[in-house]
């Protein structure tokens, strides 16, 4: 063999993962796609595509997009899987016939499910070893579920031996093969040689006229290439979704298998069974989470915090010692060290609050940024602001920063006191150290270390509520 030969043989792709994501999901009785339903915090696809990418000899991740494929490429655009498209949905034989120009340039690929989330790393790595080991040009993972109904049975040789004859789905079992317990998972290695070979040879002499990837197994038997199988350490990795109890069921497994990782990790969960912890939400040890919180999406949570109940916090980085009191809801935002929120408060996104700060009772903020040390403790909405280091802002306190057309900016000092039941019409700056009188409408900038008063002159006419309900009491 020559230099470049060799070279050209080298450089030849090992591996290529192929998920499976063009299906309608019908028995779900939804609109949506089945691999875009959510259980953990993410899309079904969303969990597969991670997974696979955790697999070490993995070149590229192909998704087959048919049934709204567009809003599929969509959901999962920032993932760096690779699309091919299979425009009629004509079965799981028929999609890796759609495959067949991505795949031929690979030695192997390995084809998932797109609706079976809970699949881990350490299996597939598993199951591609026993594929090399073999010599197979299909291993097929099985799995042993308590109860396998609805599954395609795995037909063996023998028991105790490693090839298989065929995959028998189950409306087509004997009654003899009805006792058989080890079950087809859809997750399948190729050699892809054989299978480009023998794909073409696929019929759809079915109820449904579509072209099954189970059926390889046959055909490669017959002739003459060894099928194989490899059961999976457990059965509920392999477990699929394909009603909306099957989906609430997964994403239950998913929540307690993050509850229970952040609890090995230091975190106090009380009662965990009645908290929504997302997939990707982290928290460093020592911090409390209360019961009937929800952390969602990628937020994370420094040490020494406690969350109490009834919160619900969204994409948001807490840093440590932050109490967030009860039923707070807090989206996309930053607090500080030592920061205390709530109770009942709302940190709408791109708000930014500072270490020590407090943000109290029925507060909206809304890309609002409070220094150090600052408080908005009653009553008030923050929106479009920036509140410096040590500023008291007082009960009712609004500033106005929509105009109709455009949204403006608040500015307030270090230092400052802004009374109660006042309002500030934005664009418009508060010097440092500057005091604004309650229930005053500020509607120009204040120096610093000044006084603002913006309200009416009170007018008290003594005697004027006696002389009225006389004057009721004479109408009668």
């Known amino acids: 063999m020559s230099k470049e030969a060799g070279k050209q043989k080298r450089s030849t792709p090992k591996l290529a993962v192929v998920i499976m994501a063009a299906g309608k999901g019908t028995r779900l009785k939804t609109r949506r ?60 034989g028929h999609a890796i016939q759609c ?32 594929h090399s080991a073999e010599g197979a040009a299909m291993t097929i993972l099985t799995a042993v579920p308590d109860d396998p109904t609805g599954y395609g049975r795995i037909i063996r040789r023998s028991p105790d031996f490693s090839e298989v004859d065929a995959i028998i789905e189950e409306k087509a079992l004997t009654p003899a093969q009805r006792s058989i317990r080890e079950i087809n998972s859809g997750i399948y290695a190729f050699k892809v040689g054989p299978l480009l070979k023998y794909l073409d040879k696929l019929k759809n002499v079915n109820a449904h006229g579509e072209f099954y990837l189970t059926d390889m197994a046959a055909l ?87 969350i109490r109940s009834y919160s619900v916090i969204e994409n948001c980085a807490l840093g440590k010692n932050v109490l967030v009191l009860p039923g707070c809801v807090l989206g996309e935002s930053t607090v500080a060290d030592g920061a205390r929120i709530g109770p009942f408060a709302h940190l709408r996104p791109g708000s930014e609050i500072g270490q020590d700060a407090h943000v109290g009772n029925f507060v909206e903020t809304k890309k609002a940024k409070l220094g150090k040390g600052a408080k908005a403790n009653h009553l008030s909405y923050l929106g479009d602001a920036e509140v410096g280091a040590g500023t008291n802002i007082g009960a009712g306190v609004i500033t106005c920063n929509y105009d109709g057309e455009k949204k403006h900016l608040t500015r307030i000092g270090q230092g400052s006191f802004v009374g109660s039941d006042s309002t500030l019409v934005a664009p418009i700056e508060i010097g440092d150290g500057a ?4 229930g005053s409408c500020i509607t120009r900038n204040v120096p610093s270390g000044a006084l603002a008063v913006g309200r009416s002159r009170q007018v008290t006419k003594e005697g004027w509520a006696a002389a009225r309900r006389a004057r009721k009491e004479e109408q009668k």
């Not at 490429?73 to 079965?91: D, L, P, S, W």
């Not at 005091?435 to 309650?438: D, H, K, L, N, T």
């Open 99 to 130: 495959a067949r120009e991505a795949i031929s340039g690979y030695e192997h690929i390995l084809v998932l499910s797109g609706d079976v989330p809970l699949i881990q790393a350490d299996t597939l790595q598993h199951l591609m070893t026993v």
């Open 220 to 306: 490669l038997h017959g002739a003459g290439e060894k099928v194989a199988a490899q059961k999976a350490a457990e059965a509920a990795d392999v477990l699929g979704a394909n009603t909306i109890a099957e989906l609430v069921l997964l994403d239950a497994r998913i929540r307690a298998a993050t509850a229970n990782r952040l609890m090995a990790a230091g975190v106090t969960i009380f009662r965990p069974e009645t908290c929504v912890i997302d997939a990707e939400v982290q928290v460093d040890p020592d911090t409390i989470i209360e019961p009937f919180v929800q952390l969602l999406g990628a937020t994370r949570i420094g040490t020494d915090c406690r």
């Open 435 to 438: 005091y604004i009188g309650a």
């Open 33 to 92: 796609p089945k691999v875009l339903h959510e259980v953990g915090g993410k899309p079904l696809l969303s969990h597969v595509i991670a997974t696979a990418g955790k697999l070490a000899d993995a070149e590229n991740i192909y998704a087959i997009v048919g049934h709204h494929a567009e809003r599929v490429r969509e959901a999962v655009a920032g993932t760096g899987v690779r699309f091919i498209e299979q425009k009629e949905q004509r079965g799981t």
